[in-house]
């Protein structure tokens, strides 16, 4: 077995390369929604080069003692010229206004998109002139070795960047690539199996950035990478490239045809009336999608919510273009079970897809807008007002179901009919 | 009281509006892709693109303006939460 970290010290992980992390085996959620059945840690690092050295990330405030204690036994404060934050989280960013008081040399160096949010984390005009904000093909040098940057945005917060050291083929990835797992025997290849960990940080972490997961992976993909260090977990030395590979194949959509656009209809039914609903929405875009002919194919699916837990149904989801909810409204309110499928949703992504809704209800009908607002703030478009219907629906109301769908069908192929509206018809 | 007419373009709705009110007001109701974090003109969330009838939309505001530039939004882009439309026809998208 190998040694686990030192106290204190730091550990070599390339030449001339120190992690000067923390460990966190005591933690046992993150952020809240995250469970981390064996903790987790905060990874550092500093890189020396021949004129300058560089801090890559700090860690959460409670464990700045041992942070500094590690830096100091690698580096002296005024040797430090470049600051890296590769976002700006508290479990990262934590030492950092100390780090930048003791070391009063060196410059910071974010993304452009990190600059606005600094002020959170600091009063800026205290160290103004010492922050600089790079994007991708951005380098800092250090005399005989370089950082160069990469914009990663969104993996998982809007300023993410990773690091790369050319000369080591080093890519400090933050959270990228990273998982909540805490081992001091800190590599790859000396800690236990951490494969259960690295999957559920990507599924929870990760998952709902899928479409900036496949564009930062364009750019580390080429990166001779020998070396991942992350800013989470094991540091990856032993075929990093597998990590990568399997980033790639998580972030792929799991459809095989790809042209046909996809409409699901779910819904929950009490006495069978917002079912027949359903099917009516179903049939209406099913219909559209014959009216439009060979331009555009909708492929529709009718499930009802009853049938399943929430997750098979969210993996449904990730890879449809339009959602289409249905529930009755029972004591002023949608039922739970479309709640539960609702508040599931933030684990995808489903920004810009269709959404509508649709029930019928005893005296007051709830439900539909309520599930229009939802979708809304989970920022689907919701182009066409959902249909309600009282009881036990009309032909007229079947009509309108029909119409819902064929509508939202027509969006979905960008064939709908431009409409004009008063402000005022707007409830 | 004079009107407006905005066109959200990707769901294909023109809406005719009283002078004075925010895109926000209009483009929520309606069910259109631009999406809002914090409302208030701070998150950028909001961004849009304007692609026409910019000169019929109240000049940014001092924090609006930082805002944009803090994001490095392109020209014609604004924030919807805070972009106050005053007449005209105008065509926006999310950006
Ligand atoms: S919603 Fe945050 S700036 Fe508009
Ligand atoms: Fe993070
Ligand atoms: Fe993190």
């Given at each position: 077995m190998r040694a686990a970290a030192p106290i204190d010290q730091a550990v070599a992980v390339g030449n001339d390369v120190h992690w000067i992390g923390a460990f966190d085996p005591d933690l046992r959620s993150f952020d809240i929604i995250l469970r981390t059945a064996n903790g987790t840690s905060y990874n550092a690092y500093v890189v020396r080069g021949s004129e300058g050295v560089a801090v890559i990330d700090t860690v959460k405030a409670n464990f700045s003692a041992g942070f500094f204690r590690r830096l100091e036994s690698v580096a002296d404060y005024d040797e430090i010229s470049t600051i890296v934050l590769n976002h700006l989280e508290p479990d990262h960013s934590g030492a950092l206004p100390e780090l930048l008081r003791r070391a009063t040399r060196a410059t910071l160096h974010v993304s452009h998109q990190a600059r606005p949010m600094l002020k959170g984390l600091f009063d800026p005009e205290e160290f103004a002139d010492r922050i600089v904000s790079v994007g991708t093909g951005d380098v800092v040098g250090l005399g005989d070795r370089q950082l160069e940057f990469f914009n990663t945005p969104y993996l998982h917060w809007p300023d993410t960047q990773c690091t790369w050291l050319a000369s080591e083929g080093m890519l400090f990835s933050g959270d990228f690539l990273g998982c909540h797992y805490c081992d001091e025997r800190l590599f790859n290849d000396a800690v236990g199996d951490f494969r259960f960990s690295f999957e559920y940080y990507y599924a929870h972490i990760m998952r709902p950035f899928r479409a900036y997961v496949r564009e930062a992976l364009e750019l580390i993909e080429p990166l001779p990478i020998r070396t991942i260090a992350p800013a989470h977990g094991p540091i990856l030395r032993d075929d990093p490239q597998d990590y990568v590979r399997r980033y790639r194949a998580l972030s792929?959509?799991?459809?095989?045809?790809?042209t046909a656009k996809t409409l699901i209809v779910f819904y929950i039914s009490a006495y069978g009336a917002t079912r027949r609903m359903a099917e009516a929405v179903a049939a209406g875009a099913e219909f559209a999608s014959g009216e439009v002919g060979a331009a555009g194919e909708v492929r529709v699916s009718l499930y009802?919510?009853?049938?399943?837990?929430p997750q098979p149904f969210v993996d449904l989801i990730e890879e449809a273009d339009a959602l289409m909810f249905g529930s009755p409204t029972i004591n002023g309110d949608a039922v739970k079970p479309v709640w539960d499928l609702l508040s599931s949703l933030t684990m995808v992504d489903v920004k810009g897809k269709l959404g509508a809704a649709f029930g019928s209800y005893?005296?007051?009908?709830e439900a539909v807008p309520m599930i229009e607002d939802r979708l809304r703030r989970l920022k689907l478009r919701v182009p066409v007002p959902g249909v309600k219907a009282r009881l036990t629906p009309t032909a007229d109301e079947f009509a309108a179901c029909h119409e819902l769908g064929r509508q939202t069908a027509l969006h979905l192929l960008g064939r709908a009919t431009p409409r004009v509206i008063d402000m005022s018809a707007l409830v | 009281m004079p009107k407006a007419n905005v066109t959200f373009q990707d769901i294909g709705v023109t809406v005719t509006v009283p002078a004075g009110t925010r895109l926000i007001e209009v483009s929520e109701k309606i069910g259109a892709g631009i999406t809002y974090g914090c409302?208030?003109?701070?998150?950028?969330?909001?961004?849009?693109?304007?692609?026409?009838?910019?000169?019929?939309?109240a000049a940014p505001s001092v924090l609006e303006a930082q805002v944009l530039k803090d994001n490095l939004a392109p020209r014609h882009h604004r924030l919807a939460c805070q972009a106050q439309i005053l007449g005209g026809d105008i065509v926006v998208k999310p950006a």
């Open positions: 792929k959509s799991g459809l095989h045809n790809t009802d919510i009853e049938g399943s837990e005893g005296w007051s009908g | 409302r208030e003109g701070e998150c950028c969330t909001c961004l849009t693109k304007v692609i026409s009838g910019h000169e019929h939309l």
